[in-house]
């Protein structure tokens, strides 16, 4: 149980256009997930927390009006990468909350590798 | 501000070598950490979590509030342990703070 699937799980795009990325609770369902974004060979950084029906809470830096996140269902977030430059590439990896063996747990999913070119 | 450190890039051992992959930790309140595990070409997984105090594939990992570490450790090394090791902080009880990982890699 507890998957978490990504979708595209790579995109190539031109600077200038804009690129969603959709995270899935594929057998649960999912009030919190949550971004992140991996540089080469560096840790996974918190871009964003995303509660269902409700706006998402964006971390220090992090610019909400480039990086819009929609989590309209209880298994659906998506994250739109609006304007895409080339330092907007990286590896997003989303994480969807759940309680497994009486604990909250985060699940990840497999990751989007986006290149702007 | 929280903080988790991984001083360690790359940890080679021989098969059967005991491991210790080393984690510290900066935070102010009551501090929840955890490890994952990323092995080659898949998602990053909980290997274990310092509130249920349980082995996982040999691993285990003690809480030290006065050395702010959580040390991950294993008595004998086996090859499939090769993978990408995160130590990380829960803050809040919500979101994750991320070390900045340690490719651990043993050899046969």
């Known amino acids: 149980g507890a998957v978490v699937s990504q979708h595209p799980s790579w995109v190539i795009c031109k600077s200038g256009t804009s690129v969603k990325i959709e995270c899935r609770s594929l057998?649960?369902?999912?009030?919190?997930m949550f971004w992140y974004r991996q540089f080469p060979k560096q840790s996974l950084m918190l871009m964003a927390t995303?509660?269902?029906?409700?706006?998402?809470?964006?971390e220090q830096g992090v610019e909400k009006d480039k990086f819009l996140i929609n989590h309209a269902s209880l298994t659906l977030s998506t994250l739109t990468v609006t304007s895409a430059h080339p330092e907007d590439s990286s590896f997003y990896i989303c994480?969807?909350?759940?309680?497994?063996?009486?604990?909250?747990?985060?699940?990840f999913g497999p990751g989007t590798r986006l290149t702007v070119l | 501000a929280q903080r988790v450190t991984q001083p360690e890039k790359l940890l080679s051992v021989f098969k059967g070598a005991p491991v210790e992959l080393k984690c510290n930790y900066s935070?102010?309140?009551?501090?929840?950490l955890f490890w994952y595990v990323q092995y080659s070409r898949q998602r990053l997984q909980l290997l274990l979590r310092h509130i249920s105090r349980e082995s996982i594939k040999g691993f285990t990992a003690d809480l030290n509030k006065g050395e702010t570490s959580f040390h991950l450790k294993k008595p004998f090394a086996q090859e499939e342990d090769s993978a990408m090791y995160y130590c990380?902080?829960?803050?809040?009880?919500?979101?994750?703070?991320f070390g900045a990982g340690t490719i651990l890699r043993v050899k046969s």
């Open positions: 995303s509660n269902e029906g409700s706006k998402a809470t964006y």
């Open positions: 990380a902080l829960s803050v809040g009880g919500n979101k994750l703070v």
């Open positions: 057998d649960f369902q999912a009030t919190t």
């Open positions: 935070y102010s309140g009551s501090p929840e």
């Open positions: 994480s969807a909350r759940a309680l497994a063996g009486g604990y909250n747990e985060q699940f």
